[in-house]
């Protein structure tokens, strides 16, 4: 036995090293064998059995069979039996490490080609004559933990080696895997098959090869009917029946990591199995959300939904651009219009008020103290994912609409019970009238999330403008729509400038959202300064209107200020302060934005993705963020920053491909042409034009817009200057003309005021 471990242990460090292996190379293949390991220990198990089998003391008698005999080992040889089995049980783990790294080694392009030749044929000869697969397979029976996990592993690289070597699956894994997951029991076999499919797919969608999508094919083509069988077993029982919730919650945690990487293969690669539409095809999962189970499990799945319906899913396992996003994909898209339905006809059944999210009080060490106990408050991921979901969900099945009326209901219906779902969990209360809030308080930590919320809003706003100016319909109904949109927390004027008052009006936090590749922030402020320029009229309504309600919360003493929650009526008296009094009713409500080509792909552009633990900045409210960079020291940037700039030039075609999509291809460059992209001087502001702000707003006058309209307009300003410069210093990361002369635009306009 010592023999034997010394030569596994050389073994294992030359295959570590990868090393090429000096002596005959099918003499290891003697040792990598498990089942010599299980021989050497019955082996010494029966040596000690017959040395020691006795009947009653007296020599010479016939022995006994096994099953007659009754030994009584002395307490040395229990502890030298002991000895052996563990022995053998440290020769089997070495076994399965020494065979774990050598398939490592063989998929490794770091390997030398020698020593991959080596591993690759002790690989082969252990496939076809010691049948090591299935071997493999009988191991995960095993009661010893730590052996069943590594048998799982070693099962996992062998299964991926016979993929990118285009070796045929095995009968026994195929037969295995059928089995199990067409008798779905809480087995812990079941649980294994899940578990190994899951870490092959992921090596597969990390791997660079240019075969992906046929690698994947061969792997999941045998089990493809059998896990839709598993699948509606698995959601068909409910929790409360079930005899074993422990292994219920296991079962159903692989299977909701298996069901990502096959949703996020049906993205990102060109392939069609019915396994990998699941999610979109069969939505019983969302029933999970109602189950009375631990709340890690219901964030898993609506983490997983949110991220799917984002095209985010995968994203840190795939490399590179996604597939579908650059050239359309039509069946990926009605797949995605389903879930879309089957979320919103979930949220129409009460799944929102059914959603618990409700948070832990947090403890130090594990402990609760008995104060913190009912002040937990909410838990915020579950919020913005239900949230975020209801949005994009709404957006997708508008953008398949053609029904101004029917789209004006929808939004109406799902917001409000978004709205109302949310009312509970906002504290402090939102202030003022204005329902729109709740998109910067819901997101106020997560800017990702928050721009794609933001983003979902303003393409529900484009559509329905642009459906309402193809009916033409009267000056009163538009009148009423634009008060609609405020009453279901939709105004991307609204939540923009909701946005610039987190931020504290900061252009440097705008210059970092350009410049980072974390957030879809560059295509929504591309698409909202288009808009801000067609719809400048309803933007100083708008801005009046956050001025007289700052002003009122500045003198209310009572501190009476009606919640997003307030009754209908309050809440249209309110918003009748949105239309300019005595002012062209018609400019107000004009959409000349709609006359956009509808076919422009707003919805297909794609930034480059990248993955970051940690956010750049979040955004809470009082706290000024603090720049990325230091971009007052632009200015004096030497030749060094310059050549350290031109080594990141490398994104610049993701984001002139965006700014490309989303530009106007009709009047919105041509309009800007003659604009000068040099910063203006712009004549200071007396001190008294910008007060903290004044207890004698008058929305009858225009001067009250100057507050919230100058900042703005500052704030957009001094974005313009700072990437001109940086440009001139060749030191942004792409080419901002079109952004800039988007944003000369807007300075443009409001010079005019």
């Given at each position: 036995m010592?023999?034997f471990?010394?030569v596994?242990?050389?073994?294992?460090?030359?295959?570590?090293?990868?090393?090429?292996?000096?002596?005959?190379?099918?003499?290891?293949?003697?040792?990598l064998?498990?089942?010599l390991?299980?021989?050497?220990?019955?082996?010494?198990?029966?040596?000690?059995s017959?040395?020691n089998?006795?009947?009653?003391?007296?020599?010479?008698?016939?022995?006994?069979?096994?099953?007659?005999?009754?030994?009584?080992?002395?307490?040395?040889e229990?502890?030298?039996r002991?000895?052996?089995m563990?022995?053998?049980?440290?020769?089997?783990l070495?076994?399965?490490?020494v065979m774990?790294?050598?398939?490592?080694r063989v998929l490794?392009?770091?390997?030398?080609?020698?020593?991959?030749?080596?591993?690759?044929?002790i690989?082969?000869?252990?496939?076809?004559?010691?049948e090591?697969?299935?071997?493999l397979i009988?191991?995960?029976?095993?009661?010893?933990?730590?052996?069943?996990?590594?048998?799982?592993?070693?099962?996992?690289?062998?299964?991926?080696?016979?993929?990118?070597?285009?070796?045929t699956?095995?009968n026994?894994?195929?037969?295995?895997?059928?089995?199990?997951?067409?008798?779905?029991?809480?087995?812990d076999?079941?649980?294994?098959?899940l578990?190994?499919?899951?870490?092959?797919i992921?090596?597969?969608?990390?791997?660079?090869?240019?075969?992906?999508?046929?690698v994947?094919q061969?792997?999941?083509?045998?089990?493809?009917a059998?896990?839709?069988?598993f699948?509606?077993?698995?959601?068909?029982?409910?929790?409360?029946?079930?005899?074993?919730?422990?292994?219920?919650?296991?079962?159903?945690?692989?299977?909701?990591?298996?069901?990502?990487?096959?949703?996020?293969?049906?993205?990102?690669?060109?392939?069609?199995?019915?396994?990998?539409?699941m999610?979109?095809?069969?939505?019983?999962?969302?029933?999970?959300?109602?189950w009375p189970?631990?709340?890690?499990?219901?964030?898993?799945?609506?983490i997983?939904?949110?991220?799917c319906?984002?095209?985010?899913?995968?994203?840190?396992?795939?490399?590179g651009?996604?597939?579908?996003?650059?050239?359309?994909?039509?069946?990926?898209?009605?797949?995605?219009?389903?879930?879309?339905?089957?979320v919103?006809?979930a949220?129409?059944?009460g799944?929102?008020?059914?959603?618990?999210?409700h948070?832990?009080p947090?403890?130090?060490?594990?402990?609760?103290?008995?104060?913190?106990e009912?002040?937990?408050?909410?838990?915020?991921?579950?919020?913005?994912?239900?949230?975020?979901?209801?949005?994009?969900?709404?957006?997708?099945?508008?953008?398949?609409?053609?029904?101004?009326?029917e789209?004006k209901?929808?939004l109406?219906?799902?917001?409000?019970?978004?709205?109302?779902?949310?009312?509970?969990?906002?504290?402090?209360?939102?202030?003022?009238?204005n329902?729109?809030?709740?998109?910067?308080?819901?997101?106020?930590?997560?800017?990702?999330?928050?721009?794609e919320?933001?983003?979902?809003?303003l393409?529900?706003?484009l559509k329905?403008?642009?459906?309402?100016?193809?009916?033409?319909?009267?000056?009163?109904?538009?009148e009423?729509?634009?008060?609609?949109t405020?009453?279901?927390?939709?105004?991307?004027?609204?939540?923009?400038?909701?946005?610039l008052?987190?931020?504290a009006f900061?252009?440097?936090?705008?210059?970092?959202f350009?410049?980072?590749?974390?957030?879809?922030f560059?295509?929504?402020?591309?698409?909202?300064l288009?808009?801000l320029?067609?719809?400048w009229?309803?933007f100083?309504?708008?801005?009046?209107?956050f001025?007289?309600n700052?002003?009122q919360?500045?003198i209310?003493?009572?501190?009476?200020?009606?919640?997003l929650?307030?009754?209908r009526h309050?809440?249209?008296t309110?918003?009748?302060?949105?239309?300019p009094?005595?002012?062209?009713?018609?400019?107000?409500?004009?959409?000349?934005?709609?006359?956009?080509?509808?076919?422009e792909?707003?919805?297909q552009?794609?930034?480059p993705?990248?993955?970051?633990?940690?956010?750049?900045?979040?955004?809470?409210?009082?706290?000024i963020?603090?720049?990325?960079?230091?971009?007052?020291?632009?200015?004096d940037?030497?030749?060094?920053?310059t050549?350290?700039?031109?080594?990141?030039?490398?994104?610049?075609?993701?984001?002139?491909?965006?700014?490309?999509?989303i530009?106007?291809?009709?009047?919105?460059?041509?309009?800007?042409e003659?604009?000068?992209?040099?910063?203006?001087?712009?004549p200071?502001?007396?001190?008294?034009?910008?007060?903290?702000?004044?207890?004698?707003?008058d929305?009858?006058n225009?001067?009250?817009?100057?507050?919230?309209?100058y900042?703005t307009?500052?704030?957009?300003?001094?974005?313009?200057?700072?990437?001109y410069?940086l440009?001139?210093?060749?030191?942004?990361p792409y080419?901002?003309?079109?952004?800039?002369?988007?944003?000369?635009?807007?300075?443009?306009?409001?010079?005019k005021?």
């Amino acid at each position: 036995m010592e023999a034997f471990f010394k030569v596994l242990d050389q073994l294992y460090k030359k295959v570590l090293l990868g090393a090429t292996l000096e002596n005959d190379i099918h003499g290891y293949m003697f040792y990598l064998n498990p089942e010599l390991s299980e021989q050497a220990c019955c082996t010494a198990s029966l040596a000690w059995s017959n040395s020691n089998g006795k009947v009653g003391g007296v020599p010479g008698q016939p022995r006994l069979s096994s099953s007659e005999v009754i030994t009584i080992p002395e307490p040395g040889e229990c502890a030298e039996r002991h000895s052996q089995m563990s022995r053998a049980r440290e020769v089997k783990l070495l076994q399965l490490t020494v065979m774990n790294v050598m398939l490592t080694r063989v998929l490794s392009s770091e390997t030398e080609t020698r020593a991959k030749e080596e591993y690759r044929e002790i690989t082969g000869v252990l496939l076809q004559s010691a049948e090591i697969d299935s071997k493999l397979i009988c191991m995960l029976q095993n009661p010893d933990k730590l052996l069943s996990h590594m048998a799982a592993k070693c099962l996992a690289s062998l299964l991926y080696f016979q993929l990118r070597e285009k070796i045929t699956l095995s009968n026994s894994w195929i037969a295995f895997g059928q089995k199990h997951l067409s008798e779905y029991s809480e087995s812990d076999a079941v649980v294994h098959f899940l578990w190994i499919s899951t870490v092959v797919i992921k090596e597969i969608l990390k791997d660079t090869c240019s075969q992906k999508t046929e690698v994947l094919q061969q792997l999941l083509t045998p089990f493809d009917a059998a896990f839709e069988v598993f699948h509606a077993a698995l959601f068909s029982q409910h929790f409360e029946n079930c005899r074993d919730p422990a292994k219920k919650i296991n079962c159903l945690m692989c299977f909701l990591e298996l069901l990502e990487l096959l949703t996020a293969s049906r993205i990102h690669l060109k392939l069609h199995c019915r396994s990998q539409r699941m999610l979109f095809l069969k939505p019983c999962v969302l029933e999970v959300l109602t189950w009375p189970i631990q709340a890690f499990v219901k964030r898993k799945l609506i983490i997983l939904i949110k991220r799917c319906l984002l095209y985010k899913v995968g994203e840190d396992l795939c490399r590179g651009s996604v597939p579908a996003l650059i050239s359309a994909d039509h069946l990926l898209e009605a797949d995605m219009l389903a879930l879309a339905d089957a979320v919103l006809h979930a949220v129409q059944l009460g799944l929102l008020k059914a959603l618990s999210v409700h948070g832990r009080p947090s403890g130090f060490g594990g402990e609760i103290q008995a104060r913190c106990e009912h002040s937990s408050g909410a838990d915020h991921v579950m919020l913005r994912a239900a949230s975020l979901i209801t949005m994009k969900s709404l957006e997708i099945k508008l953008q398949n609409c053609n029904s101004a009326n029917e789209m004006k209901v929808d939004l109406q219906k799902f917001m409000s019970e978004l709205l109302t779902f949310l009312k509970p969990h906002l504290q402090p209360s939102l202030h003022f009238h204005n329902p729109c809030e709740w998109l910067s308080r819901v997101f106020i930590e997560q800017d990702d999330d928050m721009l794609e919320a933001a983003k979902a809003s303003l393409s529900i706003y484009l559509k329905l403008a642009r459906e309402w100016e193809a009916a033409e319909s009267l000056t009163q109904e538009k009148e009423a729509w634009i008060s609609h949109t405020h009453g279901t927390g939709c105004n991307p004027h609204c939540i923009f400038l909701f946005f610039l008052k987190n931020i504290a009006f900061d252009s440097t936090v705008l210059l970092d959202f350009l410049i980072s590749s974390e957030t879809c922030f560059l295509e929504y402020f591309v698409r909202y300064l288009k808009l801000l320029q067609r719809d400048w009229v309803h933007f100083l309504t708008i801005c009046k209107f956050f001025d007289a309600n700052e002003s009122q919360c500045d003198i209310n003493i009572c501190g009476l200020v009606p919640s997003l929650s307030q009754d209908r009526h309050a809440d249209q008296t309110a918003l009748h302060a949105l239309t300019p009094p005595g002012g062209p009713r018609d400019a107000l409500v004009r959409f000349p934005w709609a006359s956009e080509d509808p076919s422009e792909p707003h919805d297909q552009v794609s930034m480059p993705k990248e993955t970051h633990p940690v956010r750049a900045h979040s955004l809470p409210s009082p706290w000024i963020p603090k720049s990325l960079v230091d971009y007052d020291s632009s200015e004096d940037s030497d030749v060094e920053a310059t050549d350290q700039c031109s080594a990141n030039m490398e994104q610049t075609s993701f984001y002139q491909e965006t700014i490309r999509k989303i530009q106007d291809p009709a009047g919105t460059s041509r309009d800007l042409e003659e604009l000068s992209l040099e910063p203006q001087s712009r004549p200071p502001i007396p001190e008294e034009s910008n007060p903290p702000f004044s207890a004698e707003v008058d929305l009858d006058n225009p001067v009250s817009e100057v507050a919230m309209l100058y900042r703005t307009v500052k704030c957009l300003g001094d974005l313009h200057d700072a990437i001109y410069r940086l440009q001139k210093k060749n030191l942004f990361p792409y080419n901002p003309t079109a952004l800039l002369k988007l944003l000369r635009g807007v300075e443009a306009i409001s010079d005019k005021v």
